[in-house]
Structure formats: C-alpha cells, structure tokens
C-alpha cells in the first residue's frame, strides 16, 4: 500500500516526440500483480525542459519496482534528454 513517486526532467530533441516515466511492480519471480504499472506521458512542443511524474501504489510487499524513462514518436537517431530522476516514497 505504499504510494510512490515516479519523476523526471526531460528535453525533447524536436517537438512531437512523446516522453514517457513508467513504474511497474514485478514479484521475485517475473510476474505482476494485476494493474501493475502507471505511466505520465508529455508530448514536447517545445525543447525545454519539463518535468513529468506520476504515482503508483504498491500492491504487494516484498516486490521491486522497475523504472523506465522513454521516448515515443522519434524517427532513427532522434534522443531526448533526461535527468533529476526520482522514486520516492514517504519516509516511514
């Protein structure tokens, strides 16, 4: 039941390409418990800098979570930037 954060600063390498942060909970052996991820999604329409987070709760104790910052919608060679990223939880 532990809410965490998920975030990241990110600069796209032309307007149009679509950035994504993802957090996914997945037990020790491989699978997910259902609904199992939450994604924030930003469509850059500019090149500055922009900050995307999301939440997800944890719906199991003793698993990991995996934390991804991606770009959709870039042709062969496009990148992005990303930095400053995150995942926290409140202190307990």
Do not use: C, I
């Not at 997945?26 to 994604?39: C, I, K």
């Amino acid at each position: 039941g532990t809410v965490y954060t998920a975030s990241a600063w990110v600069r796209a390498g032309a307007a149009g390409q679509v950035q994504k942060v993802f957090v996914k909970e997945v037990r020790p052996d491989g699978t997910s418990p259902a609904s199992p991820s939450a994604t924030a999604a930003g469509t850059a329409t500019d090149l500055a800098w922009h900050q995307l987070s999301t939440t997800y709760t944890a719906k199991e104790a003793g698993n990991s979570l995996m934390f991804r910052v991606w770009t959709d919608n870039a042709p062969a060679g496009a990148f992005f930037y990303a930095d400053s990223m995150s995942l926290t939880s409140p202190a307990s």
